[in-house]
């Protein structure tokens, strides 16, 4: 497989490094294909993005490279064009990519790997070792030092290096198609290595799939107090509690996890899921006046990281489960800001400002959610039966303790009470569209962000959002997206477009109704007639 390092960065001086790099490494291909070997495309990916990390530069770790895979519908172990690698940068926001590949010839392992530089169009010469398998770990020492030459090594390895046999095993734990396999993988993994911290915590994310919380919490709370990653163990430890309805316990865990805030944390963002639990804890097992009320926690939490949406949706929900609509109605969208295709968030604020008396504004809202989703109408059953105006159980539990990410708005965006709104949405909105239109994608969709934050519901910003995402292979987000622009604002090309998204997605029917309404309502669309003819 192929892994690249793409530079959304602007232009550094001449021989300079960039300031803040981020770098991308997708697993290498494995240039013969032998089955047997195909573990090893994974674990170079990890292998040099540890030793890109201890020497300072910014790797781009494994699970934000899992999700941007999973946005874009690619199978993790498939060989990918640079092409394909270069939109999971942008994706992930990398500065840069690496591609590469590998062989045995007998015992000897062969790696070639080399530097795609996307701002300047330029491709670094490749780079190349070979050694005996079993000297693995020191030829992607000897590799990371040769990609990265201007950057000084680590005086000492952060950790000793666990026998080949628990690593291989680790790394195909990572990547088997089954939970049964994984966990069979990792416990071999743990078995060669019984201090394996890092196969205990994968082994927890197994676990937790398959909603075995106890063998889960078995495996975060084998990790040693002394482990670098004993921190996230102790996270993933209250996560489990908390899905076994042990309460009190967790709330002691996440308490003093907010409270402790250990160095070389990511303060702000663990900090903020950490009393995102506690406000989830509190909305399950009840409050009192000594644990502090769910909107206590979690307008701590929202302040501490104010671009998550699912802190923002917290503490709206929190605030309608008791009634309050104009807090509610206040955080909802503030979180619809952020996370315009959450059906979730407008389905409450539908109930917020249906609480409130705005009857047009709730129906619409209830619209939109009902678009978005179709489980609705078992949620509205549920609140009838609870008599609350929604149902409990939509809170958000935060499974780990790093930043999810999203939008993050410039504070010169949000400070807008002394400018024109509107001046601003259409400032955005027009560089949006000029920058899309020169496929700068990475750039236009944070500049329709910023006019998406300003106004939510702004149609043209999500049609071109609908048209980068379709245009980046991600169909169900285009999908999600378009249908918010036609809520917004019935128009032709919405609908053309999500016709074709929903091509993509195999979905001919849908695909065909949104090409007849199209026509409905401008009879000589071309871009409508001519899809419905290629359809027949």
Same mark, same amino acid.
């Given at each position: 497989?192929?892994a690249?390092?793409?530079?959304c960065a602007p232009?550094p001086a ?9 770098v991308?490494?997708v697993p290498f291909e494995?240039?013969?294909h032998?089955p047997r070997l ?5 674990a170079?990916?990890?292998?040099l ?6 020497r300072?530069?910014g790797?781009?770790?494994r699970d ?9 519908h690619l199978?993790?172990t498939?060989s ?6 270069i ?5 992930v926001?990398a500065?840069q990519?690496?591609v590469?590949?590998f062989g045995l010839?007998?015992?000897t392992?062969r790696i070639e790997?080399h530097?795609?530089?996307i ?6 010469p ?11 770990f020191a030829?992607?020492?000897?590799l ?10 680590p ?11 628990a690593?291989e ?30 196969a ?15 063998s889960?919490?078995?495996a975060?709370?084998?990790v040693?107090p002394s482990?670098p990653?004993?921190?996230?163990a102790?996270?993933?430890?209250g996560?489990?509690?908390v899905?076994l309805?042990?309460y009190?316990?967790?709330f ?8 402790e ?9 663990g900090?903020a899921?950490?009393?995102n639990n ?7 097992r ?5 644990t502090?009320?769910p909107a206590?926690?979690l ?5 501490a990281d ?9 503490l709206g929900?929190?605030?309608?489960l ?5 807090a509610?109605?206040?955080w909802?969208?503030?979180?619809v800001r952020r996370d ?9 604020l539908a109930?917020a ?13 209830r619209e939109?959610?009902?678009?978005l989703s179709s489980?609705?109408g078992?949620l509205?059953?549920r609140?009838a039966l ?5 149902p409990k159980?939509l809170e958000?539990?935060?499974?780990e303790?790093?930043?999810r990410?999203?939008l993050?708005?410039?504070? !010169?965006? #949000? ?6 709104q509107?001046? %601003?949405?259409?400032?955005h909105? &027009?560089?949006g *569209?000029? $920058?899309f ?7 236009a969709?944070s ?5 998406i934050?300003l106004?939510?519901y702004e149609?043209?910003?999500?049609l071109l ?7 980046a292979?991600r169909p169900?987000?285009?999908v999600?997206a378009?249908k918010?622009s ?5 128009t ?6 999500l016709?074709?998204?929903?091509l993509?997605?195999?979905n001919? !029917?849908? #695909? ?5 309404r199209?026509?409905? %309502?401008?009879?000589?669309?071309a &871009?409508?007639k *001519?899809? $419905?003819?290629?359809?027949?």
């Amino acid at each position: 497989m192929v892994a690249v390092l793409a530079v959304c960065a602007p232009q550094p001086a001449e021989g300079q490094r960039p300031v803040a790099d981020r770098v991308l490494v997708v697993p290498f291909e494995n240039a013969r294909h032998e089955p047997r070997l195909q573990w090893l495309g994974e674990a170079s990916a990890v292998l040099l993005e540890d030793q890109f990390r201890a020497r300072g530069v910014g790797a781009i770790t494994r699970d934000e490279r899992v999700r941007a895979f999973e946005d874009l519908h690619l199978p993790l172990t498939a060989s990918l064009s640079h092409a394909t690698v270069i939109k999971v940068g942008h994706i992930v926001g990398a500065t840069q990519v690496i591609v590469g590949q590998f062989g045995l010839d007998g015992g000897t392992l062969r790696i070639e790997a080399h530097a795609i530089r996307i701002d300047v169009g330029r491709v670094e010469p490749e780079v190349s070792e070979q050694a005996p398998l079993t000297d693995l770990f020191a030829s992607f020492r000897r590799l990371a030092s040769r990609l990265a030459p201007d950057v000084a090594a680590p005086a000492a390895p952060p950790q000793s290096n666990p026998p080949l046999t628990a690593f291989e095993n680790y790394i195909k734990g990572l990547v088997a198609e089954n939970p049964v396999a994984q966990a069979a993988f990792l416990e071999a993994a743990i078995k060669a290595l019984p201090a394996y911290d890092r196969a205990e915590l994968a082994l927890w994310d197994v676990r937790s799939a398959a909603d075995d919380h106890v063998s889960a919490l078995a495996a975060a709370r084998a990790v040693s107090p002394s482990s670098p990653l004993s921190l996230r163990a102790r996270f993933l430890a209250g996560v489990s509690l908390v899905e076994l309805k042990r309460y009190d316990e967790a709330f002691a865990v996440f308490k003093g996890w907010a409270e402790e805030a250990p160095p070389g944390a990511d303060k702000s963002a663990g900090i903020a899921a950490a009393l995102n639990n506690l406000g989830v804890i509190q909305i399950r097992r009840g409050s009192t006046s000594d644990t502090g009320t769910p909107a206590f926690f979690l307008t701590k939490a929202a302040d501490a990281d104010p671009g998550d949406a699912d802190f923002l949706f917290n503490l709206g929900y929190a605030y309608m489960l008791d009634r309050n609509n104009q807090a509610a109605i206040y955080w909802l969208r503030e979180s619809v800001r952020r996370d315009p295709g959450d059906p979730d968030a407008h389905f409450v604020l539908a109930a917020a400002l249906q609480g409130s008396s705005s009857q047009v504004e709730a129906e619409r809202e209830r619209e939109l959610a009902r678009r978005l989703s179709s489980r609705y109408g078992e949620l509205e059953r549920r609140a009838a039966l609870e008599k609350l105006p929604v149902p409990k159980g939509l809170e958000r539990l935060r499974e780990e303790p790093a930043s999810r990410g999203g939008l993050r708005v410039d504070p !010169a965006v #949000a400070n807008t009470a002394q400018r024109d709104q509107r001046e %601003l949405v259409t400032f955005h909105l &027009d560089r949006g *569209r000029r $920058l899309f239109e020169r496929e700068a994608d990475g750039e236009a969709m944070s500049e329709l962000r910023r006019a998406i934050y300003l106004s939510p519901y702004e149609a043209q910003a999500h049609l071109l959002i609908g048209r980068i995402h379709l245009r980046a292979g991600r169909p169900q987000e285009a999908v999600n997206a378009l249908k918010i622009s036609i809520w917004s604002e019935d128009t032709v090309p919405a609908h053309v477009v999500l016709a074709e998204a929903y091509l993509k997605l195999g979905n001919t !029917a849908g #695909a065909r109704a949104e090409l007849e309404r199209a026509l409905v %309502l401008d009879p000589n669309s071309a &871009d409508a007639k *001519r899809m $419905l003819a290629e359809m027949k």
